[in-house]
């Protein structure tokens, strides 16, 4: 079984700051790793595909890079509405998630 | 764009079968697969298994001695079996659709909480 980690489990930052989320899987997994977001009571959402291509009507100011191993997930500019939990999923052997990632206003 | 419903009860007691069933609309189930997820309460997302509207399936090998997941097209539906429960499987239950394209999961059903207790 592919393991994705997820770090860090929970961060605060200010509006407007940048944030970064990292995920490492377990083995290559290429670029098959997706991001979501899940607001409380929420399903998750769908952010980023494929490691890097961000879904149809998703600000801009999230994106995502990375192969192999190691993903990043970023907000360029932290908004108040993008308080969540984030996962992400690979999809190269099965599917798992990791484990998330709560962000906070600070 | 496709939405989808799960339904079924919210208690169930240990050792018996949890039995849930999604209902798809506004589009045809030959296009996506269809996925079982779950959430414990204030935990993470675990990927519980999915099936192709061929019946053809694949089940998270952790939970696979336990789950069964079915699908009747002529209705918009599939569900999920998962037997022997204990309240480790106490969890919000969603149904989503699955991608084979780019591996991701969307639309997804609004969830449903299954708390297993006597």
């Known amino acids: 079984d592919i393991q994705m980690t997820q770090s860090p489990s929970s961060l605060s930052a200010s509006v407007g700051d940048r944030v970064t989320i990292t995920c490492q899987a377990s083995q290559d997994i290429n670029n098959y790793l997706n991001w979501y977001q899940q607001k409380p009571g929420k399903a998750p959402k769908l952010l980023i595909y494929?490691?890097?291509n961000l879904e149809t009507g998703v600000p801009s100011r999230f994106s995502g890079s990375g192969s192999g191993t190691d993903f990043t997930f970023t907000i360029s500019s932290l908004q108040p509405e993008d308080i969540a939990t984030y996962y992400c999923q690979q999809c190269a052997n099965l599917l798992t998630f990791g484990g998330g990632t709560k962000v906070e206003i600070k | 764009q496709v939405q989808l419903q799960e339904s079924g009860p919210g208690l169930v007691r240990p050792s018996e079968t949890l039995s849930l069933t999604c209902t798809v609309s506004g589009g045809s189930m030959s296009t996506y697969y269809w996925s079982w997820i779950r959430q414990p309460p204030g935990k993470g997302l675990d990927w519980i298994g999915y099936i192709y509207y061929s019946g053809s399936t694949n089940y998270n090998p952790s939970l696979k001695s336990r789950v069964t997941i079915s699908i009747d097209t002529s209705k918009n539906q599939f569900s999920l079996k998962l037997s022997s429960v204990t309240a480790a499987d106490t969890a919000v239950y969603y149904c989503?659709?699955?991608?084979?394209?780019?591996?991701?999961?969307?639309?997804w059903g609004q969830g449903t909480l299954v708390t297993v207790s006597s």
């Open positions: 989503a659709s699955y991608n084979w394209n780019d591996g991701a999961f969307g639309p």
């Open positions: 494929d490691a890097s």
